[in-house]
């Protein structure tokens, strides 16, 4: 399609919007595809009532009850999303896990220990990110109360995200990655007395569990560029441009085949007089989007804390609360931490959710 325009648009998006006008992208593929930007009199989410199934959704993942089954919060064919947690424990002999089914990202919400594989020991606590291939065996030794949010990734494996004109150093060194250290978790089991005689092997979405006479983790040497790694938020650079917002898919960590895995961290708002410096307004009308509010101040929300998730489905407009556009004016950088789940096809939500939905959230964009 050619570039067209009518009436009175602004010549740079998220930018020049008069006063008292308000901005609606309209995109397609996530940000990546065609996009235009509609210049209109009132915000897009002026609605009064919503009537049928399409609307948005706020959860309160605290007050699920605590649990180390992975309790399933939403899904489709391509991604299922979970919490989990774990604690520790006193016994020497432990059980690790194999997920047949796809690739895992686990993100650690709260909590730090450690994590036993066939390629060596990993740390992990809160922020951090564990990239687990699909297939490869791994025990979580908690040492304290741990939260996770965990991605499973059905059609596809992690990837990287297409770095293009930033170069091989954005949004992450590759040197920041963790990686696993055999020596490291050799020492630590002979020390600690551990053994791993059991693993249970999820196919199918369905367990099977392997016995062992032996430990399973003998493994004395390795190569190759298939392993577990680990990704701290804070070792990640947020792309950033201090004249003009930049859409979400700038912030992307992961890539798979059917969606995306980006992280909101703080940053700087933008400088110029004229730039939009809240979220815009927008409809993603190829993708579903999740956000998981992991730490900080959430100001494009209102009545937010940590450990909330919201849900909106493809289908309708959205973008910040109104108390937000009007508190932002003396703030000069954001805090949050979050992690955003795009996904290409609808999500499923588990009956398990509606109970700890707040009913009512639709109506926030109200003034």
């Given at each position: 399609m050619?570039?067209?325009?009518?009436?009175?648009p602004?010549?740079q998006?998220?930018?020049?919007?008069?006063?008292?006008?308000?901005?609606?992208?309209?995109g397609?593929l996530?940000?990546?595809g065609?996009?235009?930007?509609?210049?209109?009199k009132?915000?897009?989410?002026?609605?009064?009532?919503?009537?049928g199934?399409?609307?948005?959704?706020?959860?309160?993942l605290v007050?699920?009850?605590?649990?180390?089954?992975?309790?399933?919060?939403?899904?489709?064919?391509s991604v299922?999303?979970?919490?989990?947690c774990?604690?520790?424990?006193?016994?020497?002999?432990?059980r690790a896990?194999?997920?047949?089914?796809?690739?895992?990202?686990?993100?650690c919400?709260k909590?730090?220990?450690?994590?036993?594989?066939?390629y060596?020991l990993?740390?992990?606590?809160?922020?951090?990110?564990?990239?687990?291939?699909?297939c490869l065996t791994?025990c979580f030794v908690p040492?304290?109360?741990?939260?996770?949010?965990?991605?499973?990734n059905?059609g596809?494996?992690y990837?990287?995200?297409?770095?293009?004109?930033v170069?091989r150093?954005?949004?992450?060194?590759i040197?920041?990655?963790?990686?696993?250290?055999?020596?490291?978790?050799q020492e630590?089991l002979?020390?600690?007395g551990?053994?791993?005689l059991?693993?249970?092997?999820?196919h199918s979405?369905?367990?099977t569990?392997?016995?062992?006479?032996?430990?399973?983790?003998d493994t004395?040497?390795?190569?190759g560029?298939?392993?577990?790694y680990?990704?701290?938020?804070?070792?990640?650079?947020?792309?950033?441009?201090?004249?003009?917002h930049?859409?979400p898919s700038?912030h992307?960590?992961?890539?798979a085949?059917?969606?995306v895995?980006?992280s909101?961290?703080?940053r700087?708002l933008?400088?110029d007089?004229?730039?939009?410096k809240?979220?815009?307004?927008?409809?993603?009308i190829d993708?579903?989007e999740?956000?998981f509010?992991?730490d900080g101040?959430?100001f494009?929300r209102?009545?937010?804390?940590?450990?909330?998730?919201s849900?909106?489905?493809?289908?309708?407009?959205?973008?910040?609360?109104?108390k937000?556009?009007?508190?932002?004016g003396?703030?000069?950088?954001t805090?949050?931490?979050?992690v955003?789940?795009?996904?290409?096809?609808?999500?499923?939500?588990?009956?398990?959710?509606?109970s700890?939905?707040?009913?009512?959230?639709w109506?926030?964009w109200?003034?």
């Amino acid at each position: 399609m050619h570039h067209y325009s009518q009436g009175e648009p602004t010549r740079q998006g998220h930018k020049g919007i008069a006063e008292g006008y308000y901005e609606e992208e309209q995109g397609l593929l996530g940000f990546f595809g065609p996009v235009s930007h509609l210049i209109k009199k009132k915000p897009s989410t002026r609605w009064v009532e919503i009537e049928g199934p399409l609307r948005p959704h706020m959860y309160d993942l605290v007050e699920l009850p605590k649990s180390p089954q992975w309790q399933r919060l939403l899904y489709n064919r391509s991604v299922s999303i979970y919490k989990s947690c774990c604690e520790p424990s006193s016994n020497a002999t432990l059980r690790a896990a194999r997920d047949a089914d796809g690739d895992l990202l686990y993100f650690c919400h709260k909590g730090s220990g450690r994590i036993l594989t066939e390629y060596g020991l990993l740390t992990y606590s809160p922020g951090q990110y564990i990239v687990m291939p699909k297939c490869l065996t791994h025990c979580f030794v908690p040492e304290e109360k741990t939260e996770f949010l965990i991605i499973e990734n059905h059609g596809s494996h992690y990837q990287e995200p297409d770095r293009g004109i930033v170069g091989r150093h954005a949004p992450y060194d590759i040197n920041a990655l963790g990686k696993p250290d055999l020596q490291a978790q050799q020492e630590f089991l002979s020390k600690q007395g551990l053994e791993i005689l059991e693993v249970e092997v999820k196919h199918s979405g369905r367990p099977t569990l392997f016995r062992y006479r032996e430990c399973i983790m003998d493994t004395v040497g390795w190569k190759g560029d298939l392993f577990p790694y680990t990704l701290h938020m804070d070792h990640i650079m947020p792309l950033m441009s201090h004249r003009v917002h930049l859409p979400p898919s700038a912030h992307t960590t992961f890539v798979a085949r059917d969606f995306v895995v980006c992280s909101f961290l703080p940053r700087p708002l933008e400088q110029d007089e004229d730039a939009l410096k809240v979220p815009f307004y927008h409809q993603n009308i190829d993708y579903d989007e999740v956000l998981f509010y992991h730490d900080g101040d959430f100001f494009s929300r209102d009545n937010l804390h940590a450990g909330m998730m919201s849900f909106h489905p493809a289908g309708f407009p959205h973008g910040p609360h109104p108390k937000a556009v009007k508190n932002i004016g003396g703030k000069t950088h954001t805090n949050e931490y979050a992690v955003m789940i795009d996904t290409r096809w609808p999500l499923s939500v588990d009956p398990q959710l509606e109970s700890v939905e707040l009913a009512d959230y639709w109506k926030s964009w109200q003034e």
